[in-house]
């Protein structure tokens, strides 16, 4: 038995992650535009970007 329930998991995993990313993006950078809390905004940004080399790393 190849797959299975865990195997469809993983392939929606990145598809998950993708979404995830542009979240944190776009919410990133709304609390940067609006000045509310600089610093998490930042950090929403850089958890994207490990967001995203991940989901690089999954694929290669």
């Known amino acids: 038995m190849t797959g299975g329930v865990y195997g469809s998991i993983a392939s929606a995993a990145p598809a998950i992650a993708m979404l995830g990313m542009f ?16 610093r998490k905004g930042v950090l929403m ?7 995203l080399s991940n989901v690089l790393i999954w694929t290669l």
């Open 23 to 38: 979240a944190c993006v776009i919410g990133g950078v709304q609390l940067i535009r609006s000045g509310r809390d600089r």
């Open 45 to 51: 940004i850089a958890v994207a970007l490990v967001l």
